[in-house]
């Protein structure tokens, strides 16, 4: 029986359909087996979805513990969300570059070129992108010189790139007698010892009630004294005049320092800082007067500054004005009007270098390239009761330092910013050096076109047969090539003055004062290409 069982169920589902034993059928008999993704199966990690699936609850399992911390992690798990978001810790690395990109390059000259009193020269000239050189090579761009550099360094074959900030002759302007002793309506007399000694009596006698103070010739030492005190025989001594009714600010005496810088002589540019002037208060009150004691009424380095002179520290902290704002203020408060000092304190500064201008101009064909220098100097002045301006001493290096007092960083810099500016030192053109860039380079900062004066006038006869007449020389095709160099760089200096005003070529308004005819050929041909380009744009009036 067991046998048969056996037998039968070993038969093939035909043979036993043949047979006429009942057959059972089996769904999918004829099919093979196969895995499904379906449900029972989605975690199985032989399909390819299980894996998957797999790959991804991991990942996220290790960031998850690598992101929270230990107490989020706690939360997490009591399905509490964690109230910081994930930060994975992600490790920055910085690579420092270095460029070896080649720059313009300065240098110093001075008894103390790493001083302290350069300090805010190096400033800016590092922030515009100039790099510090020494004198060992010719290859620079700017020499900064504190102490006057003609007597001691050659410079007569400059390369035409090259930079100083003093022109030779400059101490015609800045030396102390040269200046006091100068014939101007502004200057008060003053007699040179001891060839001036007889012109001196004479001028006091006539004068019984002025005061006169003795000045030495290099240095600071002043002090008033009587005719018969005054030591005639003194070579290093001049007498000169002392303004006795000074204009007080809260009782003080002061002086007013206005930065000026000449751009080019013959043809003549000169320019003031007009973003602010450095005022300077005694600190001592001068009444009741005591020549004795010098604190009264002379400045020295230890001088009262504007934001402790009581009616000027509300303008100057709480408002924030400069000095020459909150002066002015003040001028005004007590009903007189401060343009009448800064008018004669331009025409001053103007006067006096036109005076001076012939001695420099004979000195510059001992150079290669007259158009390697500029100055920046300080004009110290004086004003009386009467608001009359009097001009004392100009300071070839004035001081830029603003150890003795921090507040006067920001002056010093903007200064030095604006005067680099304006004679080109300053760039906002990408270069290596001072040197002539391409022509297209050149033609973008300043064209023909820009130049250009006077169009009516140049089209039409007699200009366009003849240079000859005065009013055709400012035409572009009968200006020779140096002086289309000049007015190049008037142009760049008008475009790029910033806070510096130019005092000469004279604004129109200020024409009246200068006696034109006086002037030399070449700054009577750049005053008028000013005045026909004020025609145009009154921003050159």
Same mark, same amino acid.
């Given at each position: ?243 006795? &009714? =000074? $204009?007080? /600010?809260?009782? %003080? +005496?002061? *002086? ?9 002589? &013959? =043809? $003549?540019? /000169?320019?003031? %800082? +007009?973003? *602010? ?10 009444? =009741? ?253």
């Amino acid at each position: 029986m067991p046998d048969k069982r056996k037998e039968d169920n070993n038969k093939k589902p035909d043979e036993r359909a043949k047979s006429g034993e009942k057959v059972r059928p089996v769904p999918n008999a004829d099919k093979q087996p196969t895995h499904t993704d379906d449900g029972g199966s989605f975690f199985d990690l032989r399909t390819k979805s299980g894996q998957i699936l797999f790959m991804a609850v991991t990942i996220t399992a290790v960031t998850l513990v690598q992101c929270l911390p230990k107490e989020s992690l706690k939360s997490f798990l009591r399905l509490e969300f964690p109230a910081q978001p994930c930060k994975p810790n992600v490790r920055i690395v910085e690579k420092e570059v270095f460029s070896n990109e080649p720059r313009p390059k300065y240098w110093i000259y001075g008894r103390n070129p790493t001083g302290g009193h350069l300090l805010h020269v190096h400033n800016v000239l590092q922030r515009l992108g100039i790099e510090q050189t020494t004198n060992d090579s010719n290859e620079w761009d700017l020499l900064w010189a504190h102490d006057y550099p003609f007597r001691q360094i050659n410079l007569q074959r400059m390369k035409p790139h090259q930079l100083v900030n003093h022109f030779p002759g400059s101490g015609y302007i800045t030396n102390k007698v040269d200046l006091s002793t100068t014939r101007l309506p502004y200057i008060p007399a003053a007699f040179k010892l001891p060839a001036g000694a007889s012109l001196f009596r004479e001028y006091a006698t006539a004068n019984p009630g002025k005061k006169f103070v003795q000045k030495n010739n290099q240095h600071r030492h002043i002090q008033i004294k009587e005719t018969e005190e005054i030591d005639f025989n003194s070579n290093d001594t001049f007498i000169q005049e002392f303004i006795d &009714d =000074p $204009l007080l /600010v809260d009782g %003080y +005496k002061f *002086d007013i320092g206005v930065y000026t810088v000449i751009t080019s002589i &013959d =043809p $003549l540019r /000169v320019y003031i %800082y +007009k973003g *602010d002037v450095l005022f300077r208060y005694c600190p001592v009150p001068y009444y =009741p007067f005591n020549a004795s004691n010098v604190d009264k009424y002379i400045v020295g380095d230890d001088y009262l500054p504007t934001w402790e002179v009581p009616s000027l520290k509300q303008y100057y902290e709480k408002f924030g004005f400069g000095m020459k704002d909150s002066f002015d203020a003040y001028v005004r408060s007590t009903g007189q009007e401060p343009d009448v000092i800064w008018q004669q304190v331009e025409d001053a500064i103007r006067t006096l270098i036109l005076k001076k201008e012939p001695l420099l101009a004979a000195l510059l064909p001992r150079y290669a390239n007259r158009k390697n220098f500029f100055e920046m100097m300080r004009f110290d002045l004086v004003v009386d009761k009467q608001l009359k301006v009097f001009l004392m001493e100009a300071n070839m290096s004035p001081n830029l330092s603003s150890a003795h007092f921090k507040p006067n960083r920001l002056l010093y810099e903007q200064v030095i910013y604006n005067l680099f500016q304006l004679v080109g030192v300053g760039s906002s053109i990408r270069r290596d050096s001072f040197r002539k860039r391409a022509v297209e380079t050149e033609a973008m900062v300043s064209s023909v076109k820009n130049i250009a004066v006077n169009a009516n006038q140049c089209s039409e006869l007699p200009c366009m047969e003849s240079c000859a007449p005065v009013e055709c020389q400012l035409c572009t095709t009968c200006l020779e090539e140096n002086r289309v160099a000049d007015i190049h760089r008037a142009y760049r200096e008008h475009m790029n003055r910033g806070d510096m005003k130019r005092i000469f070529p004279v604004p129109k308004a200020d024409q009246h004062k200068l006696d034109y005819d006086s002037l030399t050929a070449s700054n009577q041909l750049m005053s008028r290409w000013f005045e026909e380009k004020c025609k145009v744009d009154h921003s050159y009036c």
